[in-house]
């Protein structure tokens, strides 16, 4: 059912939406990065078959328009698929190879801005039409063992069987430069897999079967950015509300790792933005463990996405504070007969600035909409509905 | 025009008359006293609305304002005698479409025809009116939010079909 907050959330949603061409820009660089690593001539990598591709928020399709600064975060793999294993090299020598392939790279891209070494990836600055900032994360493919190892604890876990082995699949062993083996052999890596979280975010995504089979054909052609679902959509909005929240202090807002996994757990196919968003504002505490791991990564249930909670308690303070927050700004949305709470809360909260006559029209037209469907209309004598005058007869708009 | 109209008369009388001439008579008088009475319910329940009954249709013209704010509506009725009442919005001027129940001629799809057909004994005031005043309403949500809110005979089949043809 229409309400003046779906028209709103709807609002919001194109406020922060980014257009097709920035998941397109987006594209075209980690394509030219990967084209460049695979060329013999040019770079070291090319012997161990580099694989570039997207992970986070531009692979899940959930990015936000970055509020107050310029550059979107464009976080990428690098992964080597062969020649390289864990007893063939130590985190450090893959992470200096991948490193001198990009320093290479940014020169010959005329790149100004310095690669930047940061604990598990490089990072570089690219601007053109749109700002960014690539986060790299040299990888190679996890170890078989490793990978049924996983396949097994997420299964353990409650997951499907044939999504966890799918999911297992592309688990990567990735570079951490605080590892205290970093620099010598050991079988003892990190484990990274963006790409199985996000198979495992669009199993969630699917649920909104409805929504799905009415939006389009074949979804399987599509990246889940052209997706647009309510649980996309969701997570956008909710990452605008923590940006916006903690703006002052970046550090010690709720990461998108935990947001985007609780909104994800709690969806439960919902259709619509509306009842999508309310079902997750409700239910997103009950995900929370009481114990460790707090907040498992799906895709690897031993890692906790709320580990730092215990080393710094304002974490997890702001995080619940966050939440209850939401639960009011979003109840704030739905007091129709206050159209300046709702625009404030709109702009305040969310960034979006909502056309206030049009807030005010749904207010009046609604309710009338609702006595004509329920059958309880009347016409007035200068052609209005409303309670008095002429009842109105059952009929349907053909067409 | 005139002439037209004349001649648009003429034969429906001769098809009438082929009947018998009395009928015909009966048939016109009929048609004038039902327009006159028509005329008479809808000025008299919606006064901003005026009728006048020319050449065998009945033409009512009314101005609907659905709520502060929005757009003010100029709808004129044409209603032929043994036909259908036809709905028109004057201004403003609105492109034709079916998601918001508009024919190509630009009237207004008020009604399923198969399952409640139009007849003679179904009032103006009481049905095309009130049911324009509805359509209003929902094509003003509509302009808000691209969606039909009303209830709609055939529309979501229609949609259906058309995607499986699409797929």
Redesign the interface.
Known sequence: M?STR??VL?DIIESLDVPISAYEAAEKRYMDIGDWLNDAMKAKCASFSPHVFTQGSFRLGTVTRPWKREDYDLDLACKLQEGITKLTSTQEELKVLVGADLEKYRQERGIQEELEEKHRCWRLYYQDDLQFHMDIVPAIPEATDQRRVLSERMIESGTEAVLARDVAEHAMAVTDDRHPKYAVITLNWQVGNQEGYALWFESRMRQAQKFLE?KM?KVDDLPAYRWKTPLQRCIQILKRHRDMMFEDDPDGKPISAIITTLAARSYNGESDLESALSTIIENMDSFVNPSKPRVPNPVNPHEDFADKWPLDTKLERNFWSWLEQLKNDFASLNQSDNVQLITETALGKFGAKIDE??I???G???P??VA??SGA???T?????GTT?????P????? | MALLGLQGWRIVRISFMAKSKYHTFNTNAQSKGHFIAEKFRVEQHFPGFRCEIKRNHLLCQGVITPAEGCDSYHIKIDYAFLSIPLIYITNPKITPNIEYHMYGDGSLCLYDHREAPWSAKLMLHETIIPWTAEWIVFYELWKITGEWLGSAALHDVNKKILEANTR
Do not use: C, M, P, W
């Open positions: 229409l779906r028209v709807d009415e054909a006559s049009k005010q029209k749904i009046v037209l609604l009338k909409a004509i469907n209309a009347r016409t004598s200068n052609g209005t509905i005058g002429v009842e109105n007869r009929h349907k708009f053909y067409g």
